[in-house]
């Protein structure tokens, strides 16, 4: 008996290294992509210059309002959803179980049984610990949930492609976007762990309707027979100028990639990076490094031991070194999770949304994010960044470098993975 037991283990070993060899695989750079720019992010024909190279449309006319964590993000979602009039879409790679996923779902319920045309697009993997109770309440009231890549096969390639966004959009006039799940880590303490630190943006003016175009995408890949509707106009609340950038995998680069290298290239002055699993590639090494030769300052603003992911925060980690070589400053948040994704140059240019600056979000899942051009904006985001650092620890090289070698070969290990994670 002990032969056959032996060779099912060495057989399911066999198959376990192979699917993570076929993953990482997927996952290579299909090449190095190197960008310049002389258009500088301040220069006014950069909005224009961005939009075009990127495939998306520039709108002007925007206006923005942040939200610092969920407990203030959440109770204006909620206030939308309470007001539409017309419709709902919404999408999110995380529907929880709990408080704030039991008032989203009667919010939910509550505008579909008063005749709003609910729309939902939740991911498989992210979503698959939602009540299911909570899904024949939505279905009874009318709202229609439509699932992201149903993981029902041996397909690895559908499997590692997630949907990661979050944008909720109502009657096409107020969008909210950003980096929070509907759980209740974003909005209060959870089982001793202190609430998430993440940002929300709501987004009034014509940029919303381009957030709904997104989630149309999906829902037209997920609903079977659809009637998009983004033909209204939506009329001017402020004046900044947006882009908003959806993606999705593609061979060579996609949108949202093409978005950062651009944002880093056009640098003159400050790049601030507020990421969690923060793992660069060839390319974006390749825009941070020329950045730092050009003289712009570099600071990264990650997560610290507090994370959900330890093993993407040992890959990260093996980098560190290198970025503080290169003269960037690194930062790690203390708190608690830190989630926000949200990145600053020059103090005029904002991109904020649900990709994170890693491999993953810039070429394997469907990510969302907006590209604003408002100093308003850009002074909160930083003033948001300004305090996060008094909560974080500096890192400093000759500390960094110090540390125990089984530490380092742990990052080490650890980072050959990084382009998966």
Sequence with gaps: MGLPKT???LLATLIVVLIIAAGLVIAQDQGTIRVKTSVAASDPRFPLYLARLIGHELTSGNRYTVYTNGDRAFPAMLDAIARAQHRVVFETYIYDTGVFAAK????????ARRGVDVR????????????????????????QV????EVASYNIEEANYRTHRKALVIDGDVAFVGGMGIADQWAVDVEGQKQWRDTQIEVLGPGAMNVEAAFNENWIETSGVVE???????????????????????????????????ALAAARTSIDIQSPYLITDESSDWSLAEAR????????????????????????????????RQGME??????????????VVDGILSIVGSANFDNRSLELNDELNIAVFDRTLAD??????????????????????????????????????????
């Design 7 to 9: 060779r099912n283990v």
């Design 104 to 111: 989203f779902t009667s919010a939910f319920e509550a505008a």
């Design 380 to 421: 909160r985001l930083t003033a948001d960044f300004e305090a996060d650092l008094k909560k974080s620890q500096k890192l400093e090289l000759e500390t960094w470098r110090s540390r125990p070698p089984h530490i380092r070969a742990r990052e080490k290990m650890w980072s050959y993975f990084g382009e998966v994670f």
């Design 228 to 262: 998009p509707d983004v033909l209204a106009h939506t009329p001017a609340e402020g004046t900044a100028q947006s882009v908003v950038v959806w993606s999705s995998p593609e061979g060579g680069t996609n949108e949202m990639k093409r978005l950062y290298l651009l």
């Design 120 to 143: 939902m697009v939740l991911d498989s993997v992210g979503s698959k610990s939602i009540d299911p109770d909570h899904l024949k309440r939505l279905e009874a009231a009318g709202a």
């Design 293 to 324: 030769r050009r003289g712009v300052r570099v600071r990264m603003l990650v997560e610290g031991d507090v994370t959900d992911a330890k093993p993407v925060k040992f890959a990260g980690r093996a980098a560190y070194e290198r970025f503080m």
């Design 146 to 149: 439509a699932w992201f890549h």
């Design 330 to 343: 690194v930062y790690e948040y203390q708190p608690a999770m830190m989630h926000t994704k949200a990145l």
